[in-house]
């Protein structure tokens, strides 16, 4: 644990083997849908508010100085502001810079501040690929007021046929994503003119067609 903190991983047992993930920016792998959730439901919960720091005092070994342990302090002002001084005290392992003690600082008060959601749901097998780490795409009707996800009835490369009806409204823009039989997410842009419609047309063709009752 204390290795992957030094990259915001974390680590977890999968197939005999320690695996560590890293917390960053990647492809998402799956999409969500109440198509492809037991029940089609989703709960969501929030962070409590007394758990958000607003300041981080971030130990790292200064190199200026024989690398003796040396403390960064980071703030949130406008947290200090509103909830007061909440203060979080860690280590960051091996750490001989000021700016990456600082920046690890930034991100724990920046993670607690915004990242503030939990969602959880019941899958089925479609799921059993996904990992600690990985990314979904998640179109809840009941969050997002807007129905935008469900299973493919019928495909090529440039026409999806979908199984409800969506509306698309002027003057928007509209990507469609979409499993490939690879079990991959691709995203294509749509060219249907504004109204009501099932088969979507894409500007450019997928690189495979989606199987019947494929996520999209």
Partial sequence: NSLCSVF???????????????DSPSDPVKLV???????GLFNYSGSDLKARHTAALVTWNDPN????????????PAGIQQFGWRQT???AVGCPSRGQAHRYGRWIIDSEKYQTDTVTYKAGLDHF????GDIVLIADPTYAQVVMGGRISISSTTVITLDRDITLNGGETYNLSVVLPDGSIE????T????SATDLTL?????SAPLFGAMW
Avoid at 8 to 22: H, L, N
Avoid at 33 to 39: E, G, K, L, S, Y
Avoid at 187 to 190: D, G, I, S
């Fill in 8 to 22: 915001q991983g974390m680590a977890y047992w999968s197939s005999g083997f320690i695996t560590a993930t890293m």
């Fill in 33 to 39: 849908t109440p198509a492809n959730v037991i029940d």
């Fill in 65 to 76: 100085d024989n690398y003796k342990a040396a403390i960064e302090v980071v703030e949130d």
């Fill in 89 to 91: 005290d860690v280590v």
């Fill in 129 to 132: 690929d996904v990992r600690p």
């Fill in 187 to 190: 995203e294509k842009l749509v």
């Fill in 192 to 195: 249907n003119s504004p109204g």
């Fill in 203 to 207: 500007a450019s063709a997928l690189s």
